[in-house]
């Protein structure tokens, strides 16, 4: 993106730049024609962060997906490749929503490697996992990484990853870090939607008119819009 023109874009990448001294680094995007499915093409963009060698580290997040608290911690662990958390949600597999990558040509390489070699229905996730699966460090997905859609769910075992615990929503949303927006067929965030959608996919409650789960999901969503206003 310019950052010279008019654009919501532009005024975004300008607020970031001159409200929270952002440095901006352009970088062209990493796209694959030959993929079983066009939604995830540019989806490789993100695993150039093992060539920004001009950083010790650098912490990978995906853009649908909002910030609640500061992680500034995470530049503080021991040293390795690559450190991320697991996808909850699926069976033994990292999630590449979030990666702390210490960059190298080497590892860049391994990743390049990968991706030459990949099969069409392989995607972001499938290249780290290939390469990192059985070495990466393993962050623990509580605090880092919460999907919204969790707070769409009846069955929380998964995330807690304690049968026994007892899931409250209130204090999930206070410790989490980072929500990453997976709420199917809604579109994401920035996108628009019908009305009746949004109906449709609105957390249950359990028959209840309101629940705790409900007003923090539509929270997320009502804040991230706001933020994102120039």
Known sequence: WSI???SAEASLLRKARDQYDVKLQPIGIWQL???ADLTWAAGFTKWLSFNQTQYKR???LDSDGTVLRSMDELFLMPP???AMPRAYWLENTLNAQMAL???SEAAFAAIQKQIARRAATDYDMEIINAVYGDSCAVLPHRPYTLLSGEFRSIDHT???GI???VWDAEREIQQAKYVHFSDWPLPKPWQTHADDMLRDLLPKCGGLADCPERK???RLYEDFRERREY
Do not use: H
């Open 80 to 82: 390795a490749p690559v």
């Open 158 to 160: 998964a995330y807690l």
């Open 4 to 6: 010279d023109d008019n």
């Open 33 to 35: 024609d030959s993929v």
């Open 216 to 218: 923090i999901w539509l």
């Open 101 to 103: 990558v210490q960059p």
């Open 163 to 165: 049968k026994d615990e």
């Open 58 to 60: 650098v912490l990978s």
